[in-house]
């Protein structure tokens, strides 16, 4: 079974900086990769993905992940924040022949003005 | 508009009562999933359907019941037997291939 790392639990950076939200994950057999955004008290939405080709993905409101495969990591960034990019970001993980989704436990990220 | 719809929002059960949650999907998905989410806890899976009239039980299911007798619903029975239900339930169906989750806006189930 796989599991997903999201090391940080809550970032808390200032508006217009940059951001980094880290993820692993414990295989890189035939995986596709998810991060999922969650305002609070409603559900998940899909903010990016990677599936193949590139590795590296951009969301329309200017996120960004790479898929590296060797560090198996899928780190998401955004190299400048909004006061309305606070959120819960999860990571989440599924293989293409096991019919499951794995997420990580989550991260808080605190825009301050 | 294709997507997931969760009912109620809001749900509050006495102590020793059963409750349902509704989930019904109108994207054709086979596969629908129950999470629970807690503080600081992330997503952890109550009880999974790949096909209609079968389901498997995830790594919390102690407590709950669903059914799936309809490609379109999942319900999730919280029952009495589960001894602290007070959580944010979501339910999701995913596409074939597993190369999207959805995601329905959830229940805030509380315990009075």
């Known amino acids: 079974a796989q599991s997903v790392t999201q090391l940080d639990s809550q970032v808390p950076v200032f508006e217009e900086a940059p951001v980094e939200l880290r993820c692993n994950y414990s295989s890189s057999v035939s995986v596709y990769l998810f991060w999922y955004v969650q305002y609070p008290n409603q559900g998940l939405q899909l903010l990016l993905k990677y599936l193949s080709g590139s590795t590296l993905v951009e969301s329309i409101n200017g996120f960004e992940a790479e898929f590296n495969k060797s560090q198996t990591s899928f780190h998401l960034r955004k190299p400048s924040v909004h006061i309305s990019d606070t959120a819960e970001y999860f990571c989440a993980v599924s293989e293409y022949n096991f019919n499951k989704f794995y997420f990580g436990s989550g991260t808080k990220l605190n825009v301050k003005p | 508009d294709g997507g997931i719809t969760q009912s109620p929002k809001y749900l509050f059960r006495k102590e020793g009562q059963n409750v349902t949650l509704s989930c019904e999907q109108n994207l054709n998905h086979d596969a629908m999933y129950w999470y629970r989410q807690d503080p600081g806890q992330g997503l952890r899976l109550i009880y999974y359907?790949?096909?209609?009239?079968?389901?498997q039980k995830g790594d919390i299911a102690e407590g709950y019941s669903v059914s799936r007798e309809k490609k379109e619903s999942f319900p999730l029975t919280v029952t009495s037997a589960q001894k602290n239900p007070t959580a944010f339930y979501l339910c999701?169906?995913?596409?074939?291939?597993?190369?999207?989750?959805?995601f329905g806006q959830g229940t805030r189930l509380t315990v009075v």
């Open positions: 999701a169906s995913i596409t074939t291939g597993n190369t999207e989750a959805f």
């Open positions: 359907s790949q096909i209609v009239n079968d389901f």
